[in-house]
């Protein structure tokens, strides 16, 4: 059976309901019953971020050499989780994901690896991270959130309350990534302006070429201001090394930023 014009190889329901894999010229990708791909995976490179939008959420990795205690919010496919789990092999990660069924889905189409230093998590995100932020503050030096549903971002992930207990979980190091879509103008104005507010405008957004996505980044209180000039030579030795576009991140983040570059990074 034909759908989104690639080879349906695998359908279930579960409450939310249906995950659908197609396939398409080598891509697997998973559906949630529209045509917009949840995640997507080169099989031939099932270690590689193929999607757009996975590579820009690694835009953080401009700011940090690397993470020591992660928590992701949203499974998906599992291909952000794998990714960080292959480059970093130090780091622990905490993934919470709301749909039990994706765990399974990860691990068979999408080779999530069973590993020691993954946690996964059934529980709504939102809440979990309210919670933690009273019980274990200062927790994470990274925290991840793409959380979508069939017609766009969880409903959850967003609000000034939201985003303080992400604070409250960060380190004084800590950097908050979150997959937001910018085609609803005045939603993202408005979670702009809750991540801004929250973070003292240390945030930066950077929108992904060719697609609606945009990835909000925020930094924690404790970061000093970053140099444009290391920057681009820290894009430059990691985009030879990974193959992720990050000279054009840094273009992209000068371009988009201007009201409020000047908090996070100086000329």
């Known amino acids: 059976m034909y759908k989104y014009e690639g080879l349906l190889v695998y359908q279930e329901y579960d409450e939310q309901g249906v995950i659908e894999i197609v396939e398409t010229a080598g891509v697997r990708a998973l559906h949630f019953g529209t045509s917009p791909r949840q995640s997507s995976m080169l099989i031939s490179a099932p270690n590689e971020l193929h999607s757009a939008y996975a ?16 928590l992701m919010v949203g499974l998906g496919g599992g291909l952000l989780t794998k990714y960080l789990l292959h480059h970093f092999p130090d780091c622990q990660i905490h993934t919470i994901e709301f749909r039990k069924a994706m765990v399974k889905i990860a691990r068979r189409f999408f080779t999530l690896p069973l590993e ?12 979990h991270i309210k919670q933690q932020s009273l019980q274990t503050p200062e927790k994470h030096d990274l925290i991840m959130i793409d959380a979508f ?55 930066l957004f950077l929108p992904v070429r060719g697609r609606g996505n945009v990835i909000g980044l925020a930094f924690a209180e404790g970061h000093s201001k970053f140099s444009m000039k290391a920057l681009r030579q820290r894009a430059k030795d990691l985009e030879e ?14 371009r988009n930023n201007a009201s409020v570059l000047g908090k996070v990074i100086t000329a």
């Open 55 to 70: 590579r820009a959420m690694m835009v953080w990795w401009l700011f940090k050499e690397k993470p020591n205690d992660v």
């Open 116 to 127: 020691s230093r993954l946690k996964i998590k059934i529980a709504d995100g939102a809440l």
């Open 149 to 203: 549903d069939p017609v766009g971002m969880a409903e959850t992930m967003q609000g000034v309350s939201l985003f303080a207990a992400c604070k409250e979980l960060l380190t004084d190091q800590g950097l908050l990534v979150i997959n937001l879509w910018g085609t609803e103008k005045d939603l993202f104005k408005q979670i702009a302006w809750e991540m801004g507010t929250t973070f003292n405008w240390k945030v």
């Open 241 to 254: 090394q990974y193959q992720i576009e990050f000279l054009d991140f840094i273009k992209d983040l000068k």
